[in-house]
């Protein structure tokens, strides 16, 4: 999206906003999305192993086996068999059988709470990747190397971009009083807990500041502002557990204030210098002071 739709307009940041809910887990999906597979040399992106979803482009030559294919689809038949694949293939490289891949899926099971709108909820916004690394710790690890080559590749093709590393909290991080008990019923029919969760997706955030550090991206530091926001309204919804407009606010304020405070020193086409003047679309710089001049454009690309 970002190279092929956004990058025509010249925008002077890059914004990822990576949840760090799920996006760890998510980042060693290999299901109907491009993902990292290891090389010699570090890293590489593969094209996507479709089974959730028809290749596009493929058209199939059999009716029969497209029918087939179309009832193994709608039945959740094709999908089970293809994550049981997949999840065995994991658990072989952490020296584990079919008995952790069985006993993960029961897990998932007990996650889900019909008391919630969308009874998958809890376990998309966040106890699947606590399960999933529960399950198979030595994934963690495989995780942060996948997010680490994902920043570094990201500016290494993007050199002269302002990139800037968005955490978004989970609604378990940032702990807003008082914990629905839907959340803690759930938990408390899973082999984790709520403290450990908490505990676990801090530490992940924190080490998103420290590749962020290493890699030459911007940090925002979203957790710190959602645990001050101090209005009436909840941060999350109690549905799905997505974030509610007040969290939306908060981090696009905390997201803009960490662009400003780097503003200065962005060498952009139409940003102001620290030369002479240099027009803009909307007007002409004066040579000083640069970091008074110019009305910021609309031109901060998102991702996430």
Same mark, same amino acid.
């Given at each position: ?53 028809? @290749?596009? *482009? =493929? ?8 029918? #087939?294919?179309?009832? /193994?689809?709608? $039945? !959740? ?117 709520? @403290?450990? *969760? =908490? ?8 080490? #998103?500041?420290?590749? /962020?550090?290493? $890699? !030459? ?88």
């Amino acid at each position: 999206m970002f190279k092929k739709t956004l990058l025509k307009y010249h925008p002077d940041a890059f914004v990822l906003n990576l949840y760090t809910g799920n996006d760890f887990n998510d980042i060693l999906r290999v299901d109907d999305r491009p993902h990292f597979v290891r090389t010699d040399t570090g890293y590489a992106i593969a094209p996507p192993l479709w089974y959730r979803y028809d @290749e596009p *482009g =493929v058209r199939r030559r059999s009716r029969v086996l497209y029918a #087939l294919r179309l009832i /193994a689809k709608h $039945t !959740g038949v094709q999908d089970f068999l293809q994550r049981i694949q997949v999840l065995r293939a994991v658990a072989a490289e952490q020296g584990k059988g079919l008995p952790t891949v069985l006993a993960y899926m029961n897990d998932l099971r007990k996650s889900a709470e019909p008391s919630v709108g969308y009874s998958g909820a809890l376990s998309a916004q966040m106890l699947n990747q606590q399960l999933f690394f529960h399950r198979f710790p030595e994934s963690r690890a495989e995780s942060v190397r996948r997010v680490r080559a994902l920043l570094q590749l990201i500016r290494r093709e993007n050199p002269g971009l302002v990139l800037m590393l968005s955490p978004l909290p989970s609604y378990q991080l940032v702990q807003e009083q008082p914990v629905d008990e839907a959340l803690l019923r759930t938990i408390a029919r899973l082999p984790i807990t709520y @403290e450990g *969760g =908490v505990q676990e997706e801090r530490a992940l955030y924190d080490t #998103l500041q420290v590749l /962020a550090r290493d $890699t !030459g991206w911007l940090f925002v530091d979203n957790l710190r502002a959602l645990q001050a926001y101090k209005g009436p309204d909840r941060l999350y919804n109690s549905f799905d557990y997505h974030l509610l407009p007040p969290a939306s606010e908060t981090i696009g304020r905390a997201q803009a204030a960490a662009f400003l405070s780097v503003r200065p020193r962005v060498r952009a086409s139409g940003r102001c210098g620290s030369g002479g003047p240099r027009s803009t679309r909307r007007a002409q710089c004066p040579p000083t002071p640069p970091a008074h001049c110019c009305p910021l454009r609309s031109s901060v690309a998102t991702q996430g």
